[in-house]
């Protein structure tokens, strides 16, 4: 058999865009991922960062801690769509995969689609990539790619269904569909808004009142001309996702050719059987079943397997038969595949409850992973890994609940198991294979032959942080119950139940036996719910090393009083009544459908944006500065065509170098060894200490404060190798051997380093001034509150584009080094002083960064000095893309601290006084930590504290190094200012918001608190602005309505608040040079990087606009001509860094000053040469300029003297599940002066960009630390950045021109997030008052504290951990 299918294998062939692909030999371990971007120029699939080899900074990598956490299919940005042709059905199968995870041999025979065969610059764009641009839905541009293939799949898929043909210019797309497209893609820079809106555009059923702000349309203009406005999408014509070629190769595709791709396509089970039994006797070949490798994401193993069995093609293993008894599912049927299945589940086939069971599975599989994930996931594979690798299943919990039965082969034995028993089987034989699973339909009485009038209810549960968005649970649950009235006494009584728990920490889901065994056969009632309760929290207890134990079993609890409990109390003799048949018999089955209709509604259904409104000022006066431009580039990052450092192709001779971290604290490193005595397969050399040239300098980084060192010691080595997968290996079997011995305790929290008096110095410069006498402050408060503590912790990142460099060596000595950075000029310095060799043999590039948020400015620099020192001294290219585990730990992220505060206050709220102790922890080296002190109390500021003093220290831990994070220490600032007015609210039993209120600012006091930078009396628009945020939110009617839905629901609970938000804004210096080509294009550099905040936009509008006053034809239209350009470290210096959002304000100053200069030396020529001609256009005059010598290129460089302020406002409504602790964000208001917006569109995308990311920092994003302060979080598995369905449902956004300065966009709305929080802390007051009186007690405590992140289980932890059990004592009481 095997020698017959070497002798007829065939190639692997498949299509990519259209073009077809011949490999004639493969690791069978290659991903299609690594295919497409090392072999194919479609690099638009963007590859979540790979291993490499290592450069140990500061301590050793302990052999077999490394994991390999790079490619888990966790963001989309890979996501491709992959088409399969049936030639017997002659029809072709359109889905989305990750291509990261899918196995390049699994795809022979397929053809692909990135976002470049959809459309490009040169051939045209596609109306996705059009409107993309339109809608202002692509920032830094990493994403946005996988977010154009997952829309794009959603069209081609809503075209094959029999709706009605769409309006001209549509898609037969629901605007549902057009959402959940790109659920569970990532995105850090827009919020989602936007993207929503363009995918929304093409859907049939879309309102074009709806669709948000955009450059087709103006407000106001009519529905027809808003439509003609939109590039026209053609629903008829859309692109062949496969190609004719292929579909005559694919009638006469055979199996691979075993012996060159080591991967087996059997199509039997027979075959399989000798498969299996040929490899068992062979025990040296390690083989592996396949189905979509999607577990692969999950464990992501170090080894490759020698050979691959694809158990795809076998039919019995890919059938989906449906009879009476139920729905029998091959196992390596998808997850997407089979939800249809259920879905389409009808009563023709079934009774209507078995339908119901089937589709209530069909809807919680829904929010398994993400749509390309479940496109590709097997049912059996995740069946198989819940029972291997107790992977913490939603399918094994709810298909447990319901009775199913899995048929299981082992040789040639076959048995038919109920899943139970599959899941608790030893893993004697692990080379069973699951061959299907068998559903059974569910009918009222099923299991009870007397009982006539049972009632069959079904429900699943899953509480998980993001509800759609590719997140594991905390804990799933599934019941299933047959109830019927009782014949004694009123009531329901239960017949059988059967409740499965998963997911929480345990080996697999379990049948809560015990639980069920006591109900059945009891009538409902409260004390009957209490004692099953109690039972649940026995049996549901997480394993040791789980995470919020507490919090695990009482999601359990809480779920089983929500299913049971509606059938309790008065409501039970109402429904009893209904079942003996005194009530309409339907009515109950009304209710039924109801109760469990709104369980779903309430706390299960997906959550996605339902409307958005962008209100923005516009002004003509200064065009085209002020319009709402599309961003520069925008469509090329959405076609792919946009470069990224990890896009451009490794040159020839390139090595491959990355780092390994310590796992422990301060210690020394005595040496590095591998396993085999002999270096690993493809590791060249071993860099060191010693390779740094004698002139040069064991420097990593510097900032204004210091440098880090490049090797933490002499004996740290950096192994490169030849490939990416190599340097990968050889990194993980390095075992590095450090010394331990005398070491001093490390230093792990602030406390520790107040002790040991282990500070950085902070430059007095640099250090804020108090304002008013404190002890005066404090004698005049009514009350005080002395020393309260407040702990906030870190912030990751999360840009989509980890660290990042290829060095280049060239020419007598010099080398070119591609970074992706915000301060390419530190690193310039850097490199050359780490070389030793002068500044002008170094030249650093960076054309875009895959989003920064400040974690690129010091911590990239020692990705490219390591890749120059490796490159200088090897004499090739070298190469360091950073994993996300390894950015995870090094990164170091926003300041924890800690923060202790006293404030004295009046009866009416009013603060006289506040002192505050904070403790920042900075980590090991200073970075640019000294600088937080003063913008921790910048935007504490915001409110007149009467007197204000403080003690800050920037502690040095042995912790790694902290860096700017968007907003840095201002967000903390802004949060301690909150927490402050809380408190006193608290204390006063006063409304926060007239506290808010009276604490606001005057003129006077802003004056006092900000001196210089208040500006006058006219510019200062905060109170005018949080007036009318109360008028546009309707702020005092929605306080009424909380109340009212407060007072009439006990399970959900509603908070509102609004903040202001006073930012102090300072730019920095800044160069630009501007030139003027002979054809009258125009080329522009600046010393800032585009990050995805629009800064290139924004100089073309100025340059556009300062050449305008040149007066000649066409010198009012420069916009298409002007092209900005990288950033090149040679070509323009003092570049300095990109950061404090004022990078663009500085950048467009600067140009405007190089095109005053132009128009200068431009004007006499012109003016001559309109007196000679009568009129001249611009090219004409810019041939004659270059004729008559006329210097057309200008610098400059911006040295600013003004600071100023910006004011903002933000309200938040959320709603809070006291069963659950989910939060959902009802709804967010936004005004916020802008000054003078450069350009709204832009500035829009900022504010609500990082408005996300702080209901990410205050909400979502927990950064945890083991107890050696390492990070134990490693990517998109653990850390949970904002999805589209955590943004709030409803967004909107004002746009204020007040005109008097230029407000930066990119930071302050992030600290407005804190309302979120805000709003969250009172809907939790609310649910602990109606805890307390469920004691009988009167509620008085309400200071209590909300950490950062409220994450669900903190939120429910407040909310009462054992809410339930207090509800029910007190129902049993009553
Ligand atoms: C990003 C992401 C998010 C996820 N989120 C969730 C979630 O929220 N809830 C949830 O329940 N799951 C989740 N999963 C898990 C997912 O459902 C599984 O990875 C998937 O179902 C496995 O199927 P597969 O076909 O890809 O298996 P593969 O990866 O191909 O195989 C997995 C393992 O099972 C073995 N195997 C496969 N089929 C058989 C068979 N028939 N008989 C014997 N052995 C077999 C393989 O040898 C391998 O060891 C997530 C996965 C990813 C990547
Ligand atoms: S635009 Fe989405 S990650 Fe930057």
Same mark, same amino acid.
Request: net charge negative.
């Given at each position: 058999m ?5 002798e007829?294998?065939?190639n $692997?062939?498949f ?7 011949e490999v004639? &030999? ?5 991903t299609l991922?690594h295919?497409l971007r090392s ?5 638009s699939?963007?590859l979540?960062p790979?291993l490499f080899t290592?450069i140990i =900074? =500061?301590r ?5 801690e490394?994991r390999?956490?790079s490619?888990v299919?966790?963001c989309?940005a890979?996501v491709?769509l992959?088409?399969?042709y049936d030639p017997v059905?002659?029809?072709v199968e ?10 390049? %041999?699994s795809v022979?025979g397929c053809?692909? &689609?990135?976002?470049?065969?959809l ?7 596609h109306?996705i990539?059009?409107r993309f ?8 541009g990493?994403?946005?790619p ?5 829309l794009?799949s959603?069209?081609?898929?809503a075209e094959?269904?029999h709706?009605p043909e ?5 898609s037969?797309?629901?605007?549902s569909?057009a959402?959940k ?11 989602y808004?936007p993207i929503?809106d363009a995918?929304?555009?093409f859907a049939?059923?879309v309102d ?9 349309w103006?407000k106001?203009?009519?529905k ?7 590039p026209? @999408?053609?629903?008829h014509?859309?692109?062949c ?5 292929l579909?005559k190769?694919?009638?006469s595709?055979?199996a691979?050719?075993?012996?060159r791709?080591?991967w087996?396509?059997?199509?039997s ?7 299996l039994e040929?490899?068992d006797?062979?025990?040296k ?6 189905v979509g ?5 999950y464990?992501?193993e170090v080894?490759d397997y020698?050979?691959?069995v694809d158990?795809?093609?076998?039919p019995?293993?890919?059938?989906i ?7 029998e599912?091959g196992?390596t049927v998808?997850i997407?595949k089979?939800?249809?299945a259920l879905?389409?589940a009808?009563?023709?086939d079934f009774n209507? !409850?078995?339908v119901?069971?089937f589709k209530?599975?069909a809807d #919680?599989?829904?929010?398994?992973a993400?749509g390309?994930?479940?496109n590709?996931?097997?049912i059996?594979g ?6 291997k690798?107790?992977?913490?299943s ?5 298909l447990?609940?319901v009775?199913?039965m899995v048929h299981?082969?082992t040789?040639?034995k076959y ?5 139970e028993e599959?899941?608790e089987r030893p893993?004697?034989?692990s080379t ?7 559903i059974?339909?569910?009918y009222?009485?099923r ?5 006539t009038k049972t ?5 699943t549960?899953?509480?998980a942080?993001?509800?759609l968005?590719?997140?594991l649970?905390?804990l799933?649950a599934a019941?299933?119950?047959?109830v019927s009235? %009782?014949n004694t ?12 728990f998963g997911a ?5 889901a ?7 065994e006591?109900?059945?056969g009891k009538v409902?009632?409260?004390?009957v ?8 929290g026995?049996?549901?207890?997480p394993e ?8 695990r079993?009482s999601l359990?609890v ?5 299913f049971f409990?509606s059938?309790?109390?008065e409501r039970a003799?109402?429904l009893?009544d %209904? ?5 309409n018999?339907s ?7 109801k109760?469990?209709?709104?369980q ?7 959550t ?9 000022e516009?002004?003509?006066e200064?065009y ?12 090329? /990052?959405?076609?792919?065509e946009?470069?990224f450092?990890?896009d451009i192709?490794?040159?020839a001779?390139?090595l ?7 796992t ?6 005595k040496g590095?060894?591998f396993?085999?005595?002999s ?12 390779d740094?040239?004698e002139c ?5 980084s510097k900032t204004?404060?210091?440098?880090e060192p490049?090797?933490?010691?002499e004996l740290?080595r950096?192994?490169v ?5 190599n340097a990968d290996?050889?990194a993980n079997?390095a075992v590095v051997n450090?010394?331990m011995g005398n $070491? *001093?305790?490390?230093i792990l929290s602030v406390e520790?380093?107040? !002790?040991?008096?282990s ?5 007095s410069?640099?250090?804020p #001034?108090?304002?008013?006498?404190i ?7 009514d009350?005080?509150?002395l020393?309260?503590e407040?702990?906030l912790?870190?912030q990751?990142?999360?840009?989509m584009?980890?660290? &990042?460099?290829?060095a280049v ?6 080398l070119?080094? +591609?970074s ?5 000029? @530190?690193a310039h310095a850097?490199?050359a002083?780490c070389?030793?060799?002068p500044?002008h043999n ?6 875009r960064v895959?989003?920064g948020?400040?974690?690129k400015a010091i911590k990239a ?6 890749c120059?020192l490796?490159?200088h001294?090897?004499?090739?290219p ?8 390894t950015?995870?730990i ?6 924890p601290m800690?923060i202790?505060?006293?404030?004295g206050?009046?009866s009416n709220g009013?603060?006289?006084a506040? /002192?505050l102790?904070?403790l920042?922890?900075a ?6 930590s000294?600088?937080?002190p ?7 500021k915001? +409110?007149?504290w ?7 220290k920037?502690c040095?831990?042995n912790?790694?190094?902290r ?6 220490g201002?967000?903390q600032g802004?949060?301690i200012a909150?927490a402050?007015?809380e408190h006193v609210a608290? &204390?006063?039993s006063?409304e926060?918001?007239?506290v808010?209120?009276i604490n606001?600012?005057?003129y006077?006091s802003?004056n006092?608190?900000y !001196?210089?930078?208040s500006g006058?009396?006219m510019?200062?628009?905060?109170p005018s602005i949080?007036?009318k945020l109360?008028m546009s939110?309707s702020?005092?009617q929605?306080?009424v309505?909380?109340?009212?839905f407060n007072?009439i629901?006990i399970w959900?609970k ?11 804004v ?5 160069p ?5 080509l002979?054809?009258g294009?125009?080329?522009?550099e600046?010393?800032?990087i ?16 300062a ?11 420069l916009?298409?001509?002007?092209r900005?350009v ?5 070509s323009?210096?003092?570049?300095g860094?990109t950061a404090?959002?004022t ?5 467009c100053e600067a140009?405007r ?6 128009v200068?030396r431009l004007?006499?020529?012109?003016e001559?040469l309109?007196e ?8 004409t005059?810019?041939? /004659? ?6 210097n057309?290129s200008a610098?400059s460089?911006?040295?600013?003297d ?9 309200g938040?409504?959320?709603?809070v599940?006291l069963?659950t ?8 208001d936004?005004v +916020? ?9 832009v500035?829009?995308g900022q ?6 990311q702080?209901i990410g ?13 390492l990070v ?8 949970k ?6 943004i709030?449902?409803?967004f909107?956004v *004002?746009?204020?021109?007040?005109g008097?300065?230029?407000?930066p966009s990119?930071e302050?709305p992030?600290?407005?997030?804190v309302s979120v929080?805000c709003a ?6 609310e649910?602990?008052k109606?805890l307390?009186s469920w004691?009988?007690?009167v509620?008085s405590?309400?200071t209590?504290?909300?950490k ?8 429910k932890?407040l909310c009462g951990?054992d809410?339930?059990?207090?509800y ?7």
């Amino acid at each position: 058999m095997l020698e017959e299918e070497r002798e007829e294998g065939k190639n $692997l062939v498949f299509a990519v865009n259209g073009e077809r692909f011949e490999v004639s &030999t493969v690791d069978p371990s290659t991903t299609l991922l690594h295919f497409l971007r090392s072999q194919t120029p479609f690099k638009s699939v963007r590859l979540e960062p790979p291993l490499f080899t290592a450069i140990i =900074r =500061r301590r050793s990598l302990v052999k077999g801690e490394a994991r390999f956490p790079s490619l888990v299919g966790g963001c989309g940005a890979c996501v491709v769509l992959l088409s399969k042709y049936d030639p017997v059905l002659d029809r072709v199968e359109d889905f989305t995969v990750s291509s990261c995870l899918t196995l390049l %041999c699994s795809v022979n025979g397929c053809s692909i &689609t990135t976002t470049e065969g959809l459309g490009s610059s040169k051939v045209g764009f596609h109306p996705i990539h059009q409107r993309f641009a339109g809608f202002h839905a692509s920032q830094c541009g990493f994403c946005t790619p996988g977010m154009c293939v997952s829309l794009f799949s959603a069209l081609v898929n809503a075209e094959k269904t029999h709706r009605p043909e769409p309006p001209q210019g549509f898609s037969k797309l629901t605007i549902s569909e057009a959402e959940k497209a790109i659920a569970g893609n990532l995105c850090r820079c827009t919020g989602y808004r936007p993207i929503a809106d363009a995918c929304k555009s093409f859907a049939a059923d879309v309102d074009m009142e709806d669709l948000g702000f955009n450059s087709f349309w103006r407000k106001g203009e009519s529905k027809e001309v808003k439509v003609s406005r939109l590039p026209l @999408y053609k629903h008829h014509s859309e692109i062949c996702t496969f190609p004719e070629f292929l579909k005559k190769e694919n009638k006469s595709a055979m199996a691979l050719d075993l012996e060159r791709y080591c991967w087996h396509s059997p199509v039997s089970v027979q075959e399989l059987q000798s498969l299996l039994e040929h490899y068992d006797s062979n025990k040296k070949t390690s083989i592996k079943l396949v189905v979509g490798n999607t577990g692969m994401g999950y464990y992501k193993e170090v080894e490759d397997y020698d050979t691959y069995v694809d158990i795809r093609h076998i039919p019995e293993l890919s059938m989906i038969r449906k009879d009476q008894t139920g729905i029998e599912i091959g196992a390596t049927v998808t997850i997407s595949k089979a939800i249809e299945a259920l879905n389409e589940a009808n009563g023709g086939d079934f009774n209507s !409850e078995g339908v119901m069971v089937f589709k209530k599975i069909a809807d #919680h599989m829904e929010k398994i992973a993400t749509g390309f994930i479940r496109n590709s996931a097997s049912i059996g594979g995740n069946l198989v890994m819940a029972w291997k690798n107790h992977f913490p299943s939603d399918i094994s919990t709810i298909l447990l609940a319901v009775g199913a039965m899995v048929h299981v082969m082992t040789g040639h034995k076959y048995e038919k198991l109920m899943l139970e028993e599959f899941l608790e089987r030893p893993l004697l034989d692990s080379t069973s294979v699951l061959l299907s699973i068998k559903i059974p339909c569910w009918y009222p009485g099923r299991n009870l032959t007397s009982e006539t009038k049972t009632v069959l209810l079904f429900e699943t549960y899953r509480a998980a942080p993001r509800p759609l968005g590719s997140a594991l649970p905390h804990l799933n649950a599934a019941f299933l119950a047959e109830v019927s009235p %009782c014949n004694t006494s009123d009531g329901i009584k239960i017949n059988n139940c059967q409740l499965a728990f998963g997911a929480y920490g345990t080996k697999h889901a379990i049948r809560a036996r015990k639980v069920e065994e006591f109900l059945i056969g009891k009538v409902l009632s409260f004390s009957v719910l209490y004692e099953a309760t109690k039972l649940v929290g026995a049996i549901v207890v997480p394993e040791d090393v789980t995470s919020s134990p507490a919090y695990r079993s009482s999601l359990a609890v809480g779920y089983l009083f929500e299913f049971f409990g509606s059938l309790t109390g008065e409501r039970a003799q109402f429904l009893s009544d %209904c079942l003996n048949g005194y009530n309409n018999s339907s009515l109950f089955k009304d209710l039924r459908i109801k109760q469990n209709r709104d369980q779903f509604d309430q706390t299960k259904l997906p959550t996605l944006i339902s409307s958005a409104k962008q209100v923005v000022e516009l002004s003509r006066e200064y065009y085209p500065v002020g319009e709402p431009i599309t961003k520069a580039g925008a469509a090329i /990052q959405a076609s792919g065509e946009a470069v990224f450092v990890d896009d451009i192709t490794s040159p020839a001779n390139c090595l491959y170098g990355a780092f390994i971290y310590s796992t422990k604290p301060l210690a020394r490193i005595k040496g590095l060894e591998f396993e085999s005595k002999s270096l690993p397969r493809g590791v060249t050399g071993l860099l060191s200490y010693k390779d740094i040239p004698e002139c040069g300098e064991n420097i990593g980084s510097k900032t204004l404060f210091g440098t880090e060192p490049l090797f933490a010691d002499e004996l740290t080595r950096v192994p490169v190798a030849d490939t990416q997968k190599n340097a990968d290996r050889a990194a993980n079997v390095a075992v590095v051997n450090y010394d331990m011995g005398n $070491l *001093e305790l490390p230093i792990l929290s602030v406390e520790e380093a107040i !002790e040991r008096s282990s500070l950085f110095e902070v430059p007095s410069f640099l250090y804020p #001034h108090p304002i008013g006498d404190i002890t005066k402050g404090m004698d005049e408060a009514d009350h005080k509150i002395l020393s309260a503590e407040i702990k906030l912790g870190s912030q990751y990142y999360f840009y989509m584009e980890t660290q &990042t460099a290829l060095a280049v060596p060239d020419e007598d000595n010099c080398l070119v080094v +591609y970074s992706s950075i915000q301060c390419p000029e @530190y690193a310039h310095a850097t490199i050359a002083r780490c070389l030793g060799i002068p500044e002008h043999n170094v030249r650093v590039i960076t054309r875009r960064v895959g989003g920064g948020f400040g974690g690129k400015a010091i911590k990239a620099m020692p990705v490219a000095t390591a890749c120059a020192l490796a490159a200088h001294k090897l004499c090739r290219p070298v190469r360091i893309y950073v994993n996300r585990k390894t950015d995870m730990i090094m990164a170091g992220g926003r300041h924890p601290m800690k923060i202790t505060y006293s404030v004295g206050f009046k009866s009416n709220g009013k603060v006289t006084a506040l /002192q505050l102790d904070i403790l920042i922890d900075a980590g090991l080296s200073p970075d640019v930590s000294p600088i937080m002190p003063g913008t921790i109390l910048e935007a504490l500021k915001k +409110y007149d504290w009467g007197a204000l003093h403080f003690d800050i220290k920037v502690c040095k831990t042995n912790l790694p190094s902290r860096s700017a994070m968007r907003a840095p220490g201002e967000v903390q600032g802004s949060f301690i200012a909150e927490a402050v007015i809380e408190h006193v609210a608290s &204390t006063l039993s006063m409304e926060v918001d007239t506290v808010r209120n009276i604490n606001l600012h005057t003129y006077n006091s802003l004056n006092m608190f900000y !001196e210089n930078s208040s500006g006058e009396s006219m510019e200062y628009t905060l109170p005018s602005i949080w007036d009318k945020l109360a008028m546009s939110s309707s702020f005092n009617q929605r306080i009424v309505t909380v109340n009212e839905f407060n007072r009439i629901n006990i399970w959900r609970k509603r908070g509102i608040s609004r903040v202001p938000v006073v930012n102090e804004v300072s730019l920095r210096q800044t160069p630009g040079k501007v030139s003027i080509l002979s054809d009258g294009s125009v080329v522009v550099e600046v010393g800032g990087i585009e990050l995805g905040q629009g800064l290139w936009t924004k100089v073309k509008q100025m340059v556009a606009f300062a050449l305008s006053s040149i007066q000649c034809v066409g010198s009012g239209d420069l916009l298409e001509k002007i092209r900005v350009v990288q950033s090149d470290t040679l070509s323009l210096i003092q570049g300095g860094l990109t950061a404090g959002s004022t990078t663009s304000e500085s950048s467009c100053e600067a140009v405007r000053l190089c095109c005053n200069t132009l128009v200068e030396r431009l004007t006499p020529l012109n003016e001559r040469l309109l007196e000679q001609m009568g009129s001249i256009n611009w090219e004409t005059l810019i041939l /004659q300029a270059h004729q008559q010598a006329v210097n057309l290129s200008a610098c400059s460089l911006y040295v600013p003297d003004i600071t100023s302020m910006s004011y903002l406002n933000y309200g938040a409504a959320v709603e809070v599940n006291l069963l659950t602790g989910q939060t959902t964000i009802l709804r967010s208001d936004i005004v +916020y002066d802008c000054g003078r917006s450069l350009n709204p569109a832009v500035d829009l995308g900022q504010i609500e960009g990082a408005f996300v990311q702080g209901i990410g920092f205050f909400m979502l994003e927990e950064y945890p630390t083991n107890s050696d302060g390492l990070v134990i979080s490693n990517g998109t598995w653990t850390y949970k950045i904002p999805t589209m369905d955590t943004i709030p449902k409803q967004f909107n956004v *004002e746009i204020l021109n007040s005109g008097h300065h230029r407000e930066p966009s990119g930071e302050p709305p992030l600290l407005l997030a804190v309302s979120v929080h805000c709003a969250t802390r009172a809907a939790i007051k609310e649910a602990r008052k109606q805890l307390t009186s469920w004691s009988g007690l009167v509620w008085s405590d309400s200071t209590f504290h909300l950490k950062v992140p409220a994450t669900m289980p903190v939120v429910k932890e407040l909310c009462g951990l054992d809410s339930v059990e207090r509800y029910l004592q007190w129902r049993m009481g009553k």
